[in-house]
Structures are given as C-alpha cells and as structure tokens.
C-alpha cells in the first residue's frame, strides 16, 4: 500500500467525504461489471453497489487497509446480488401463483373466511381467563403439562383443570364457527 493509499483511508476513516468520493470512483466501475456477472439489470445492480458504499461509509472506521476495504466492497456486493436474486425467485413465485388466484371470487372468499374466522378465534381466545390464557398458549407451544406447572409454579393438576376448562370454553363459544365451516 502507497503513502497516499494510507493518507486516503485515513481521509476517509475520519469522514471526510472528499476520500469517500475518491474510492467511489476507484471502486464503482470494478464493482458494478461484478454485480452484473450475477445480475442482468444495470439499474438493479447500480443500485445494490450504491447500497454497498452507503454501507461502507457507515462502517468506515472499522477499515485501516485498503485490501478490506475492497474485500469489504466485493463480498457486500456478491451477498446483495444473490439476496436480490433470491428475492426475485421468492416475487416470481408469488407473482406466478397470483395471477391465477387473486382474480377469483373463491381466492376473494377464502381469504374472508380465513381472515374472519382467525378474528373469531382470537377475540374468543381472549375472552379466556388469563391464567388459563396462558396455560393454554404454552401447551400450544408444545410443552407438556409438567413443563407448565414448573413454569408458572403451580401443580400440574391446576395446569390439567385449566386446559380441560379452556378446551370447553372454547368448544362452546366457537360451536357456531365449526358448524358454519363445515356447510362451507
């Protein structure tokens, strides 16, 4: 590394943005023709190097060399590319499954039923004790009945009550959702 090599860093270390604008210049190009071995869209890879240097000047005083500093550049723009890659899989996927679902009347209704059936569940839910709330959402979680009482400190017989009670709650004030989903 150069004299002025180290003076640059040391710039740029200290925020001045004139040193900041120095290894834009040096580094843009390289790591532009970089991102677009994996990209194909200039203006997708344009901006994830731009994103690259932002996050360089947010990390600039942890570069003392100018070989991390690149280090830094190429492997920021690599991981952006292939996040931007996979996040046009996961889009394309979407995209592909709803162009043929959101414009139908049965994706319309089932996402109303879907959406008021899980409102009736919770405002039932809700309306548990809180004890039993609780019990209730750690059995869910997969603990088993002595995990729960060791948990809240309370017998494992008062954790069966209270689940055996939930259950009924619920069994009794979602009736009606269960008999309308079943016509559905």
Same mark, same amino acid.
Request: hydrophobic fraction near 40%; charge should be positive.
């Given at each position: ?41 200039? /203006?997708? !890879?344009?901006?994830?190097?731009? %994103?690259? =240097?932002? #996050? +360089?000047? *947010?990390?600039?005083?942890?570069? @003392? ?49 879907? /959406?008021? !059936?899980?409102?009736?569940?919770? %405002?039932? =839910?809700? #309306? +548990?004790? *809180?004890?039993?709330?609780?019990? @209730? ?48």
């Amino acid at each position: 590394m150069t004299l002025i090599t180290e003076i640059a860093i040391d710039k740029f270390r200290s925020g001045k943005e004139s040193a900041f604008k120095n290894l834009y210049d040096k580094y843009f190009d390289a790591l532009f023709l970089f991102g677009l071995k994996f990209i194909p869209n200039s /203006e997708a !890879v344009e901006d994830l190097v731009q %994103e690259s =240097f932002i #996050k +360089l000047w *947010e990390r600039r005083k942890s570069f @003392y060399h100018e070989a991390t500093l690149k280090a830094f550049l190429y492997k920021s723009v690599r991981n952006a590319c292939l996040n931007y890659i996979d996040h046009q899989k996961v889009t394309q996927k979407y995209e592909k499954n709803a162009d043929t679902d959101v414009s139908s009347n049965d994706y319309f209704l089932n996402n109303v039923i879907e /959406e008021e !059936v899980n409102r009736m569940i919770a %405002e039932t =839910f809700q #309306k +548990l004790p *809180e004890s039993a709330r609780k019990i @209730y959402l750690l059995s869910l979680k997969g603990l088993k009945n002595a995990e729960i009482a060791e948990d809240l400190n309370i017998s494992v017989n008062t954790v069966k009550t209270q689940k055996q009670r939930a259950n009924k709650f619920l069994k009794e004030n979602l009736k009606d959702l269960f008999t309308m989903l079943f016509f559905m």
